[in-house]
């Protein structure tokens, strides 16, 4: 029995002593608890997240459960290696190395959180006016940059090397390119307060200070596209357009339009049932609303004719010129068959002598 108690104290002494047994202890304890970790992560917390109504807490636990187990393998690692005791050079390597692998993996997590949480947002009805998905990819792209530089940089603060020089090579490299492309910046940043504000979408038909109309087909960071009535594209750089005056025909209340039907007869003509053939006319086109409803408006006394409009809403602009025109024909046919005249103007020369023939 003694004997056997001795072996067991020399057994003992033997581990005590012996570093490369307690560094593979100390490795193999973080694997079993990185594995245990994963076990409850996969079948606890993931039932539970599971429950709520919302997908992002469920997206954080997929994408930590990587960077948690891998972090404390690495950590047993790195005990195991201060227990082995290795020259300075040897442990700053491995201690860089380690750190590194960490900087991937958690990057990698502050990637995708970060993505999701923008996401996320973006869909969120009480988001922030300037945050949504026509400008999510913006933000996306501006996160991704932060993020990759600042772990670049912290990756080499560990492998000791000296960012001074090159965060001021970084600075004058900016300002050049900066000032090089101006234009395209300028476009830029006017692209993400056009998308922010919402002066016009996807659909609306707009009309712009230089004349053309036509629908916004797509909305860049850099310009706007617009498909004229012609079916002729015209790209406008966001900073023109965010520096000029749009009239949004589909915007206001609703997307109704209305139109004017400019139409002159002659003096003496019974204005009341002028106005009354009108309505009728605009009352009995298909394509115009019933709310608001056709009216007529008495406008003026014009030079040759008592100048009328007759005033219909549409439910799209781009149905202008099509009503427009059944409308006029209307018009004109049903004045006709009623004897109203529709005068143009005339006038009338009165001569007071002829000239006499020279004798």
Same mark, same amino acid.
């Given at each position: 029995?003694?004997?056997?108690?001795?072996?067991?104290?020399?057994?003992?002494?033997?581990?005590?002593?012996?570093?490369?047994?307690?560094?593979?202890?100390?490795?193999?304890?973080?694997?079993?608890? $990185?594995?245990?970790?994963?076990?409850?992560?996969?079948?606890?917390?993931?039932?539970?997240?599971?429950?709520?109504?919302?997908?992002?807490?469920? =997206?954080?636990?997929?994408?930590? =459960?990587?960077?948690?187990?891998?972090?404390?393998?690495?950590?047993? +690692?790195?005990?195991?290696?201060?227990?082995?005791?290795?020259?300075?050079?040897?442990?700053?390597?491995?201690?860089?190395?380690?750190?590194?692998?960490?900087?991937?993996?958690?990057?990698?997590?502050?990637?995708?959180?970060?993505? !999701?949480?923008?996401?996320?947002?973006?869909?969120? &009805?009480?988001?922030?006016?300037?945050?949504? #998905?026509?400008?999510?990819?913006?933000?996306?792209?501006? $996160?991704?940059?932060?993020?990759?530089?600042?772990?670049?940089?912290?990756?080499?603060?560990?492998?000791?090397?000296?960012?001074?020089?090159?965060?001021?090579?970084?600075?004058?490299?900016?300002?050049?390119?900066?000032? $090089? !492309?101006?234009?395209?910046?300028?476009?830029?940043?006017?692209?993400?307060?056009?998308?922010?504000?919402?002066?016009?979408?996807?659909?609306?038909?707009?009309?712009?200070?230089?004349?053309?109309?036509?629908?916004?087909?797509?909305?860049?960071?850099?310009?706007?596209?617009?498909?004229?009535?012609?079916?002729?594209?015209?790209?406008?750089?966001?900073?023109?357009?965010?520096?000029?005056?749009?009239?949004?025909?589909?915007?206001?209340?609703?997307?109704?339009?209305?139109?004017?039907?400019?139409?002159?007869?002659?003096?003496?003509?019974?204005?009341?049932?002028?106005?009354?053939?009108?309505?009728?006319?605009?009352?009995?086109?298909?394509?115009?609303?019933?709310? &608001?409803? #056709?009216?007529?408006?008495?406008?003026?006394?014009?030079?040759?004719?008592?100048?009328?409009? +007759?005033?219909?809403?549409?439910?799209?602009?781009?149905?202008?010129?099509?009503?427009?025109?059944?409308?006029?024909? $209307?018009?004109?046919?049903?004045?006709?068959?009623?004897?109203?005249?529709?005068?143009?103007?005339?006038?009338?020369?009165?001569?007071?002598?002829? &000239?006499?023939? &020279?004798?």
């Amino acid at each position: 029995m003694d004997s056997w108690q001795q072996n067991i104290k020399l057994y003992a002494s033997y581990l005590s002593d012996n570093l490369f047994i307690q560094a593979s202890a100390v490795v193999l304890s973080s694997w079993l608890l $990185a594995l245990l970790i994963d076990r409850i992560i996969a079948n606890s917390i993931k039932q539970f997240v599971k429950r709520t109504r919302t997908q992002f807490d469920d =997206h954080i636990i997929e994408y930590i =459960h990587r960077p948690l187990v891998v972090s404390l393998v690495l950590l047993g +690692l790195a005990s195991a290696t201060l227990l082995l005791e290795p020259q300075q050079q040897v442990r700053d390597l491995v201690f860089s190395v380690f750190y590194t692998i960490a900087m991937l993996i958690w990057t990698q997590f502050l990637l995708r959180l970060t993505l !999701a949480t923008l996401r996320s947002y973006a869909q969120n &009805p009480n988001r922030v006016p300037v945050l949504h #998905p026509k400008t999510l990819p913006l933000f996306e792209n501006i $996160a991704f940059l932060l993020i990759i530089s600042f772990a670049i940089y912290f990756i080499f603060v560990s492998w000791d090397v000296d960012m001074t020089a090159w965060l001021a090579s970084a600075g004058i490299i900016g300002i050049a390119v900066g000032f $090089a !492309a101006k234009d395209t910046l300028a476009n830029l940043f006017s692209g993400v307060f056009i998308m922010a504000d919402a002066p016009y979408k996807i659909g609306d038909f707009v009309v712009l200070d230089s004349g053309e109309r036509g629908e916004i087909t797509r909305i860049g960071i850099r310009s706007t596209r617009m498909l004229t009535r012609d079916d002729v594209e015209v790209t406008v750089p966001n900073a023109v357009m965010g520096n000029t005056k749009i009239i949004n025909e589909s915007g206001g209340r609703h997307e109704k339009y209305r139109i004017r039907v400019q139409v002159g007869v002659a003096y003496g003509s019974d204005i009341d049932r002028v106005k009354q053939l009108l309505t009728q006319i605009g009352v009995a086109e298909p394509s115009t609303c019933e709310d &608001p409803e #056709p009216r007529v408006r008495f406008r003026r006394f014009g030079p040759s004719a008592l100048e009328l409009e +007759l005033l219909c809403w549409i439910h799209q602009p781009v149905l202008r010129g099509r009503i427009l025109d059944r409308l006029n024909s $209307a018009v004109y046919k049903a004045f006709n068959e009623q004897g109203i005249e529709i005068p143009y103007a005339k006038y009338d020369v009165f001569i007071k002598s002829m &000239p006499t023939k &020279p004798e």
